[in-house]
């Protein structure tokens, strides 16, 4: 092991204060890929994100794609050591709605959670910003304590992970002699609870599609009309309500087909996670607390979250949406559809599964147009790689508890890309928590995940580059 | 019968042009009740109309209320004469969206129309404009005529009618000495096709209700939690679904209670109207045409649309709904049902039954909230009063063709109003025709029935005065 690592947790600890303004420097960029107007913003966050790899030590770049560029950095690569392809992203979610933001999601505040602990509260604190700096600052301790990293590195930070990393793949499939490595890093998740680091070894697939049924040119007068004309958000409906029985299964024809239940032992090790579920229903603020609670039959919530394929409504559209009356037949309904997979099944035939369903369930009289919006399959890691042992000891230590190994039940397309494209197998270290509001109203980053996050990290390169020795 | 009538007949031929002229005044005013920056155009339109009325010989005044004005007239009411109160609205519909219409919306046109027929082209042209107008060119042909209308007139235009009438019905009822009256009538509804001028006898009820299912304080995320908190938009997919059976019947318990077939006369009368179900579809847009018209199993269009009770979904709101894919559980999810209504059914009890119906298929852990907003009771006009008599010979003579005797299935709240308040019955007697585009772009009015409007309020006046001698 480098002697330098109580060197460079040494200066972590002592350069906190640097670290929190830089990060609220960095949460101060508007930085929402999916908004035409921070076209401008986003390349400001890409150069400043630059100029901090500078300072610690890094060669960067900023590469142009057709969408919001790529930020890429390399240390001084040295031959035999293990080569780390750190992956992350400084685009974040839209704001809104911006008035249920205690303060502005752009003017980053350090005040205590409702748990009692410090934060930083902005858009794209946990999501992925946080997480990103964590990083940071540890090259930045390396580098500070002489010697620079004792591995190789290469960061690659996107600018579209939230609009579905439109232009990455092209992007990677073309860098791929420069971005040969031998494991990815990517912190875009979570601790399992306070004081539990957590290490994801599962994550599930997503088909997400749009079914929009028309019934006329535009809305129509519903007293005039209404009882003679079919209407398209009764259809929809009923079409909707079709997807799932009420045992909470989805109907789709073959849905199940490769899906097998988790392991007795999972079973096991999973239920004897400290998880309370009203607990995890007042953090997530639902109306009926634990009642709210409900899916698969014959599963524990967190297999419903984890191992089991589901299917969700994520929005909905039709006719007059303002306050009060108006009195129309919608000349068209809509909704969004998500299903998220699990191993064993095949996102393509979801996918036409899908289609397949809503074309047998549009009564005839109305128009049916489908659209596809994602598409990726489940991913699995490997729990006894070198790799995740070091991760193991990096987070025990970074966090002074053991990692357990969980699932999580979202998807993160670039695990499942890095493996096509680069053979790469990730590590899913991720140092939010459960109550960070990511993709929400007030998201947040604790304080504790910042520095723990900031210090596994630096521990994670020593660990590797040991491994290797 | 007076020997007047054929000098103001006379007199309305050979002033054409002063009354179009004086119609695109009046439609130059943008006078969007429900646009707060309309307030003087409202004022200023009232005004105006006034002024004409006071041309027509009536005394005039603007009556101020929490809302819009209401433009109150006169004439020089005489003993032994029957007093008609001839109720319109100067209010018009929002012009969104503005980039649909050929020319601009308060810019009146005059040009052909697809089916080659001359109309002017205008928000309110039909509704209610013209048709005010007709009636106050009759008058002021009745004055010019020498010795002013044959019978009492009170004219009650108010400016709130496409925002739900916020201010009449106190107006009325402080009112009800002034405005008392033998019968009351409306020209805001249409004629039956074109040459086929219509009496309107029935009209439906409505029940407007807004039902939120909530499951979350904000909106969370789909792959994180999917599968394992109840999906708002699901359960009200499944309530929705759940209101209208296979055969296009209402659920609702006890909603047919009172509810009668239409008599075997009355089917047989409206089967043999020119009514052609393509060229219905066609007129508006439908996406695939006849196959688009749907409903109760049993009834024909025409009854669906006129005599039977229905619900339709008015708008649906839930998640997202921008383009691409966001992955959420909604926070909660949203709808706006109305049900309309026929003789024999209490508004207030099918109320109570939507929202008994709502609560009992809520499924558990999601907080439930009923919103409701209009509840009017159908309403039928008898066919063998003296007044009815009037009009349909005042119809037949102006239109050159005898009226039908039809239902609408819209509410026009106004009518039950007048019953209520002033135990008044309404001649519904429109000039409309049903390709007019009321509340949608590029709204017009045929000149046809500007004239045939305005000779059969000019005739009807008279023909009202003799059923009376």
Redesign the interface.
């Known amino acids: 092991m480098s002697d330098r690592l109580p060197a460079v947790l040494d200066f972590l600890e002592t350069h906190r204060e640097a670290a929190l303004l830089g990060l609220k420097d960095f949460l101060r960029f508007p930085s929402v890929s ?1 908004d035409p107007v921070c076209g401008g913003h986003m390349s400001a966050c890409a150069e400043w994100l630059a100029r901090q790899l500078q300072a610690a030590g890094l060669s960067t770049e900023v590469a142009d794609t057709d969408g919001h560029p790529i930020v890429l950095a390399f240390n001084q690569h040295r031959a035999g050591r293990p080569t780390v392809l750190l992956y992350g992203h400084y685009d974040v979610q839209p704001p809104d709605p911006v008035n ?1 933001w205690t303060t502005r999601p752009f003017e980053p505040d350090v005040r205590k959670t409702p748990a009692g602990t410090d934060a930083i509260y902005a858009r794209g604190a946990a999501d992925d910003k946080g997480q990103i700096w964590a990083h940071v600052q540890a090259m930045t301790a390396w580098e500070a304590a002489g010697g620079g990293l004792p591995i190789n590195v290469i960061v690659l930070l996107e600018g579209e992970e939230e ?2 990393s439109h232009h990455l793949p092209d992007f990677v499939n073309a860098n791929r002699a420069r971005l040969k490595a031998d494991v990815a890093v990517i912190s875009d998740t979570n601790c399992f609870a306070r004081g539990v680091p957590a290490i994801v070894t599962g994550l ?1 697939g ?1 088909v ?1 599609g749009q079914v929009t049924l ?5 809305d ?12 398209p ?2 259809a ?3 079409l ?5 029985d009420e045992s ?1 299964r989805v109907t789709l024809d073959g849905f199940y087909d490769g899906v097998h239940s988790p392991a007795d032992d999972q079973r096991k090790a999973w239920a004897s996670l400290s998880f309370d579920e009203s607990n995890y229903a007042e953090s ?5 607390g634990a ?6 039959a014959g599963f524990s ?1 967190l297999e ?2 984890w191992v ?14 303002g306050p ?7 000349a068209y ?4 559809v ?1 299903f ?1 997979l699990v191993a064993g099944q095949d996102p393509l035939k979801v996918r036409a599964a899908f289609e397949d369903f809503v074309r047998g369930h549009c ?5 049916v147009n489908v659209d596809h ?2 598409a990726a399959p489940a991913v699995q890691t490997s729990q006894d790689s070198p790799w995740m042992k070091a991760a193991i000891n990096a987070l025990h230590l970074g966090f002074g508890a053991r990692p357990v190994m969980i699932h ?4 993160i397309p670039v695990v499942h890309l890095l493996k096509r494209s680069l053979g790469l197998d990730s590590l899913l270290i991720g140092f939010g928590l ?1 109550d960070d ?5 007030n998201e947040k980053f604790d304080l504790g995940s910042l520095w723990g996050g900031t210090r596994s990290a630096a521990n994670l390169y020593e660990f590797i580059a040991a491994s290797h020795d």
């Open positions: 999916a249920a609009v579905d599930r997503l997400y028309r019934a006329a040119a535009n129509l007068h519903s007293g005039i009309h209404g009882g003679a004309v079919r209407n958000a009764i929809l409906a009923k909707l309500a079709a997807l799932v909470g997530l603020g639902l109306a009926q009642a709210t609670l409900a899916g698969e919530t419903r979250r089991r394929p589901t299917c969700d409504i994520c929005g909905v559209t039709a006719g007059y949406q009060g009356a108006k009195t129309i037949i919608p309904a809509s909704a969004k998500s998220r009564p005839p009289g109305l128009s919006f994602a999580e039940g979202l998807t459960p509001a990511p993709h929400a109203p």
